[in-house]
């Protein structure tokens, strides 16, 4: 209905309302209304189900899938880790330690050459398959006309381009050609005997210029690196420094002026390989000292002859008796006494002064336990200027001094013969996290090599060597004792259970783990506020390279000076010798002092200073329930385990 048509129904409602007849005039020109048809939906693909239809469950409850003949799956690959297998084959292949393999370019060429020659083989063989199906089959002939046919098909076999069997002497070859090989082995050299020395001493006495001016002697420094260290020491306005800046680590040492951690270096001569440890002298590192005093054989004490230095460092504060005191407990059997910067102007090779000091540092060395006579050398020397290092003297300087270089005293200086026939022992110095765990340690007893079945102890992880380099970063496939070694272990399953102050044993002979042992003590030095040592006192214990809490739990004998038998008391003080019974706040791994005097030394440090030296005499062995097991359980540092018998 159009409007006019409505219209015309209204006025024709109000004409009726008024009594008028109603006139209609209807539109015969409008269309009639026709409703839209709903468009058609175009046809679906059948819905497939897979499973049937239950009763009373109405169809649209279940998820439709699609018609296979329809929408067709995706095609699954034949070997379902193909993709993972290749991104492994583009991967670049690594070493034992994780260091990527560069391969020669020569190589490359050869192996696309090779290939390409074994793709064209496999062609000419098809093709040969191909004809011998068309061509037709030959007519017999004479047995003896087979044989030929079969000498000769052998021939062929034997043409070059043919399949042949790879011989020992061509891979060889192949290996030849490379120019780099991931893991190629250095022979150890067992001629020359491998010594560790460790230069100890109080601060800024010229530890690190002495073994800085070693590394330029001996040529370990080129002369490239020597003019940017000169360079680098102008422009901070320390010219002399220059020197040491070859054993600094890092940046912050050379910016400081102090040795913070433990540097490192290597040299050698005709007879001996030797491994220098160039220890920190300031007190706030002194458990750094430790560690390389603990890998060390010779112990290279440096002592100041510029007036005033050489009496700060006997002070309260200063550290050449702390030093003298931790090599000895830490098992230095020999020591040599460098008395440096004898070309300083306040001494100019002075022969009173090196022998005042002589005089006053002789006391000392005999109480801390060391043969003057036997194990005590004395040798004066700039490390500056390397005047009596490798050289002797200008006698015009010092015409007193007769006796050898520094070099000269090395190569003079005999050791106690290793233990290459007895259990494995070698205590954890450091360890890295790299693609696998990289162990720093001193192989102090015994001998490894790769395979070799390893144990970690406290906690009696079983672990085998995968690789093993030497202080150069060569790899070597066996260490004796007396090396200094970097080596990689495989098999632990967790690696927070091993960690520095562990000891590696093999497995035919572990070595001890307890918590409570008994111990020889000597007070060399007291704290002000704690002059006397009673049950219950708490310090730090060093033993080889661990570091653990301890307490003394039992005093069961005081000697002093002037007694000859131990007492029954509550309390020492300083300079007694006491019998005790120690408890430490974690399982520990050692040995007594009769069966291995290395592993059976410890000092006692409280506050940063040291205060006492031990050796473990006795020991009370764990539990019988105190298996792998419950080792493995708990924490890997710092956390009791309570396995030790109540007292």
Request: overall charge positive; proline content about 7%.
């Amino acid at each position: 209905m159009c409007i006019r048509d409505r219209y015309q129904r209204r006025v024709h409602g109000i004409q009726k309302m008024s009594g008028e007849e109603p006139k209609l005039t209807l539109n015969t020109k409008a269309k009639p209304f026709v409703p839209k048809a709903k468009p058609v939906p175009a046809e679906q693909p059948p819905i497939f189900m897979p499973y049937p239809q239950m009763p009373g469950v109405p169809m649209n409850y279940y998820p439709p899938m699609p018609n296979p003949e329809v929408y067709p799956p995706n095609p699954i690959p034949q070997n379902e880790y193909q993709e993972e297998e290749e991104e492994e084959e583009r991967k670049p292949e690594r070493d034992a330690f994780g260091i990527l393999i560069k391969k020669s370019k020569k190589k490359k060429k050869k192996q696309n050459k090779e290939q390409k020659e074994q793709n064209q083989l496999e062609k000419k063989k098809e093709a040969k398959k191909e004809e011998k199906k068309v061509a037709p089959k030959p007519k017999e002939q004479p047995k003896e006309d087979k044989k030929e046919e079969v000498k000769a098909g052998e021939e062929e076999k034997t043409k070059p381009g043919e399949e042949q069997k790879v011989t020992p002497a061509e891979i060889k070859k192949a290996e030849d050609d490379e120019e780099e090989l991931p893991a190629k082995y250095v022979e150890v050299d067992e001629k020359r005997m491998p010594i560790s020395i460790v230069f100890i001493g109080h601060v800024d006495v010229g530890k690190s210029t002495i073994c800085g001016s070693i590394m330029v002697i001996t040529e370990k420094v080129d002369q490239r690196t020597i003019k940017k260290y000169e360079q680098e020491a102008k422009d901070k306005k320390r010219d002399t420094w220059w020197l040491a800046y070859v054993m600094d680590i890092n940046d912050d040492e050379r910016q400081r002026g102090k040795t913070v951690e433990v540097g490192r270096a290597t040299f050698v001569t005709e007879t001996k390989r030797y491994t220098i440890y160039d220890a920190p002298g300031h007190s706030s590192y002194v458990p750094n000292m430790i560690m390389g005093a603990a890998m060390a054989d010779i112990g290279a004490f440096v002592i100041s002859a510029k007036k005033g230095e050489f009496e700060s460092g006997f002070d309260r504060g200063g550290q050449t008796l702390e030093h003298l005191l931790l090599a000895k407990s830490l098992g230095i059997q020999k020591l040599v006494v460098i008395i440096n910067k004898m070309d300083e102007s306040s001494v100019r090779w002075s022969k009173e002064r090196y022998e005042f000091i002589k005089s006053q540092l002789t006391p000392a060395i005999v109480k801390y336990g060391f043969n003057v006579e036997k194990n005590v050398t004395w040798i004066p020397l700039s490390g500056l200027t390397g005047a009596n290092i490798s050289k002797p003297v200008d006698k015009a300087q010092c015409h007193w001094y007769d006796g050898p270089t520094f070099m000269e005293l090395l190569e003079n200086i005999e050791l106690p013969p290793r233990l290459y026939e007895g259990p494995v022992r070698i205590p954890v110095l450091d360890k890295l996290k790299d693609r696998g765990t990289d162990i720093f340690g001193k192989v102090h007893c015994g001998k490894i090599q790769l395979g070799s079945k390893l144990v970690v102890m406290p906690y009696k992880i079983p672990a085998e060597v995968s690789a093993i380099q030497n202080m150069d970063d060569q790899y070597v496939k066996y260490a004796k004792a007396g090396e200094n070694i970097k080596f990689r272990l495989k098999g632990i399953p967790n690696e927070d259970f091993i960690y520095k102050g562990c000891l590696l044993c093999g497995p035919e002979d572990l070595a001890a783990c307890f918590q409570v042992f008994i111990a020889e003590v000597k007070i060399v030095n007291m704290l002000k506020h704690k002059p006397i040592i009673s049950v219950g006192y708490q310090c730090i214990l060093h033993l080889h390279t661990l570091a653990e809490e301890c307490t003394i739990e039992k005093l069961m004998g005081v000697k002093g000076p002037k007694d000859a038998d131990f007492k029954e008391t509550k309390f020492a003080k300083e300079e007694d010798l006491i019998k005790c019974l120690i408890r430490t706040k974690g399982i520990i791994a050692a040995e007594k002092f009769s069966v291995y005097r290395q592993l059976g030394r410890f000092t006692l440090r409280d506050e940063g200073k040291t205060i006492a030296i031990g050796t473990v005499q006795k020991y009370q062995p764990l539990k019988e329930n105190a298996t792998q097991q419950h080792l493995i359980a708990g924490k890997a540092k710092g956390q009791s385990l309570y396995l030790i018998n109540s007292h």
